[in-house]
């Protein structure tokens, strides 16, 4: 069984028994508050397995599914053995980096709460893009555009939704997660930008 699926089994799981216990969402849902004066560091990483609804869940691990598997195998033929490892560390990672922006901004405010994958999902989109830009991939499962085209288009939305911000969607997070899975594979084999960039060059 693959990582991927082994985290949307466990994140479908989980959020589903939250969805249906808000005791238990309440309990796994970051809140910076509670990590700065409470020390609930936990929350960190435990708020990506729980979600707002079923269709907050299934965007979120649709997704994963989908371009997880193909980051997780694309991360084994260029890593190694040390693939699964990394990729690992590239969604745990992703889910801690998502909620630097909020807690710098919400420390201090009781009443701040996020949850969701969102965050980590947007750093493996980021990684598969960084991997393979020109790859096809279909928005909601239908219309099909490049992945640099989307991943441009992703971070002009996000970064003006979070400049107006009017809904409760935490858009930082999904930026913020987008930034970890561009550096965190740079981190680690710089290469990969090199062949981003070809890839790109290669169009003209």
Known sequence: MSITLIIVILTVIVSIMAINDNDLKYKLTFSPYSVKHHNRWWLVFSHGLVHADYAHLA??????????????FL???????KGAIYFILLYLGGLVFAT?????????????????????????VFAFILFLP??????????????????VLYLVYESYANKHQRTNIA????????VFGVLFLIAIDYRIAINFVNQL???F
Do not use: C, Q, W
């Open 75 to 81: 991360m084994k033929m260029h890593f190694g053995s």
């Open 201 to 203: 060059l290669s169009i």
């Open 171 to 178: 858009h930082d997070a999904h930026l913020a997660g987008a």
């Open 134 to 151: 020109l790859e096809m991939l279909l928005i909601y499962g239908i219309v099909p555009i490049p992945g640099i085209v989307l991943g």
């Open 59 to 72: 965007m979120n691990m649709f997704t994963m599914y989908f371009l997880g598997e193909s980051v997780e």
């Open 100 to 124: 630097i922006p909020a807690f710098r901004k919400h420390a201090d405010d009781p009443g701040y709460l996020s949850l969701g994958a969102s965050g980590a999902v947007s750093s493996v």
